[in-house]
């Protein structure tokens, strides 16, 4: 199935998870990154649930699923082996208005979970429309392999360099340019391998050459600094 990939916000938003054990337990770290407030719904769970509900992270009612249970909830999970159960899930959800996903259940889902990585500011999600996750996760960890902490200091840096960008060169059109000139230029590779001081000063001397006007007019890049 095809589908339209977004990246939620889910701070301080609700999600509830009905099932406490087997796969949907790897969606709390995630979750919980996010900023989510989590509930579980469970009559019993993995320890790793159990220790996260008793240093307060996440909200764990020792119960079954009744219906109403879902109410206030953002998005919604569940996996408990029970159809029944999951219909009426399904159900209370959509009336609801709710992202549901019934993990495994691919026609009880109205968004589908991605397999993802995350490099500091920068996330990789991979989907496959809820038809074989797992070649979603092994390209995830092949990208775990491409994908360093360089990329996590570059969006560092990024963040920290846009006011001197948005200050320094009024013209959008040259704004865009620059930032293109950023990603394209020996940055990362100097943040991969731990120069640091050097980064921070390629990029300022790139930024003050675009803001010049002088990038590219000798077609030379420009030359890293020692650190």
Known sequence: ???YPVNLVLE???V??????GEIVHKLDGLLEAGARVR????????EVEQLAAAGRIEWWRRPYRFGDLAGASVVFAATRDAEVHDLIWTEGVA???LVNIMDVPDQCNF????????G?????IGTGGAAPA???????RFEREFGDEYAAFLDLAAALRPAVAQQIPSFRQRVVFWYALVESDLLALLAAGRTASAQAYAERLLAAHAAGEAGRAGQPLAAAAD
């Not at 509830?16 to 054990?21: I, N, R, T």
């Open 1 to 3: 199935m095809k589908t």
């Open 135 to 141: 070649l979603a996760v092994t390209l995830r960890k």
């Open 12 to 14: 301080d938003r609700l």
């Open 40 to 47: 579980v719904i469970a009559p019993s769970a993995q320890p």
């Open 121 to 125: 500011l920068l996330t990789i999600a």
């Open 112 to 119: 589908y979970g991605a397999s993802f990585l995350r490099r």
């Open 96 to 98: 609801n208005g709710q």
């Open 16 to 21: 509830v998870l009905v099932g406490a054990k």
